[in-house]
């Protein structure tokens, strides 16, 4: 009879273990979509500024505007999976900074769109395409809403907080993957919504693409002096608490 080599077995646990370390938990994929789409889809700066871009110019301009989006998305998402906690703190620290930033930035680009007029793709030969630059210009101007964003940013750090505690991240691959698909969801939300609109935006005439980039505009330009006013709000808290305590 022959007789097992027990001086192999622990060898070919380390490895099957070892192996097993580069397999993510399968739960973490869809979850990681899901959140993907959730912080995506929420109307916000950002997809008003992509849903402008693919009513004028197509469903590459939106995926352009988006992926922006989906990059911001992304780089938070990997702080958050890797625990980098000394990032949430900075950003609890310079909040009012950042706020500041965000909101002029949003205010700046509302501003310019505003009284910018319309370049209308819809696939006559007549009409002058949009150059591949003007295509990534937009790309980086969505990033930079994103991660200027203190309420999404920290708000995807506690959406990873409280996934946490039903789905186990032990690992760099887990991390990673939930990183993975949370990209994937941003992505194949912002695919789905240029689709959409690049389906119907033959329908719009110039003087309509006009007045939606004028309505764009507006908001993107709210949605800046929101930022702003509710920073002048808390000083003024603050003054008229400090003036109270002074002549009390």
Known sequence: MAVPCLCCEPSSKRRAGALMDFIPNPLIIPIGLIIGVLVSAPVGPVNVLCIQRAIERGFWGGVAAGAGAVLGDGLIALCAALGVGAISGAIQDYRNAIQIIGGLALIGFGVKLYFTAPRLITGSEEEEPHSLAEFLRDTPK??????????????????????????????????????????????????????LIGRIRHRFTYTRVAQINRIAGALLFGFGAILIGELVLQAAGYLAAAFSSAIA
């Open 142 to 195: 969505t990033f930079f809403l994103t991660i200027t964003n203190p309420g999404a940013v920290l708000g995807l750090f506690a959406i990873f907080g409280g996934v946490s505690t039903f789905v186990e991240v032990e690992s760099t691959i887990d991390a990673l993957t939930m990183v993975a698909a949370v990209i994937g969801g941003s992505l194949a939300w912002w695919i789905l919504l240029s689709s």
